[in-house]
């Protein structure tokens, strides 16, 4: 174990959290919310990459691409908002998560269809190509950490629209009690339809930053939507600063165990038993913590205070 790959391997963490987070304040938002369960989620960063690649496709520039593709999320999410998934809000748990379910396999056939099954890629713009040089023989790819602190700039972002405006106030108390924030002369079912909206937008810049450094493919989404549960899980139902602080903690532990585990494991274990436990242990540490959190606080870290 050096000091430079245990910088290197901090950094992707905290780029793997990074894009977490994104898909997963979208997902809190919801579920919190709107108590809606969208298994769909994953496809809409899904849809958010191949989105940025026809957009850069079509205009040749990466900046245009991104506005292009953003505008498009935005619609596709309301789009499906408004034709699948608020025929669901009042119906159990159990149809929501079948009818996603089959909102995933829909769009996943769809982008096959549309741009094939083979992986696709978008280039990283001139200005954000080549590395910097973090320390001694320690170099990093410059996109990546305009990644990070592209998310960060987001996560501020969104704390202070969720705490600190009449928007957010507004979708606090149509959480809390619905009835009467309607009874205010809001419309309740177009906030929510925003919130949505907002959500799919999210998911979709996180497929959008994603694209230039992970193949755009059918299913991209599918593996990252379960970290998202767990982010949401550990995080606490709805909570914005809960989904940052979890998603940057499951990227570390989820980056950091897969690269030390089985060196950790050597120092206890027989080498050849150790290079089988490492593995093993290392992909069961974010479900580990998981349920450690569960069973000591089982509305996550940062629940949500209700009125």
């Not at 000091?3 to 391997?9: D, E």
């Not at 040749?60 to 608020?86: D, H």
């Not at 998310?151 to 600190?164: E, I, N, Q, R």
């Amino acid at each position: 174990m050096s000091v430079t790959l245990l910088a290197v391997q901090t950094l992707n963490g905290l780029q793997l959290g990074i894009l977490l987070f994104l898909i997963a304040a979208g997902l809190t938002l919801v579920f919190g919310v709107m108590d809606f369960i969208n298994l769909a989620h994953g496809v809409q960063y899904m849809l958010g990459a191949y989105l940025a690649v026809a957009c850069y496709q079509l205009t040749g520039s990466f900046w245009l691409a991104i506005i292009l593709a953003l505008a498009a999320a935005l619609i596709c999410g309301l789009l499906l908002e408004f034709l699948v998934f608020r025929h669901l809000y009042n119906r159990d748990h159990l149809d929501q998560v079948l009818a996603t379910f089959g909102v995933i396999l829909f769009l996943n056939e769809a982008v096959k269809v549309l741009w094939g099954a083979a992986p696709l890629s978008l280039p990283v713009p001139e200005l954000l190509d080549g590395s910097i040089q973090l320390m001694a023989n320690f170099a990093y790819p410059v996109f990546r950490i305009a990644l990070i602190v592209t998310g960060l700039a987001v996560a501020v972002l969104l704390y202070v629209l969720v705490t600190k405006t009449r928007v957010g106030m507004l979708v606090r108390a149509g959480a809390t009690n619905p009835d009467m924030v309607a009874a205010l002369g809001i419309n309740i079912r177009r906030l929510f339809m925003l919130v949505f909206g907002f959500g799919a937008m999210l998911a979709g810049f996180a497929g959008i930053m994603a694209a230039p450094i992970l193949s755009v493919e059918p299913g991209m989404g599918d593996n990252l939507l379960i970290l998202a549960f767990v982010v949401i899980v550990i995080g606490g139902i709805g909570s914005i600063r809960g989904a940052f602080l979890a998603a940057l903690i499951i990227g570390l532990v989820d980056t950091l165990g897969r690269s030390f585990a089985t060196d950790i494991a050597r120092v206890l274990l027989p080498p050849a038993t150790a290079n089988d436990v490492g593995p093993a242990i290392a992909s069961m540490l974010i479900y580990i913590l998981m349920a450690g959190v569960l069973f000591f606080r089982p509305s996550g870290l940062f629940p949500v205070r209700s009125a």
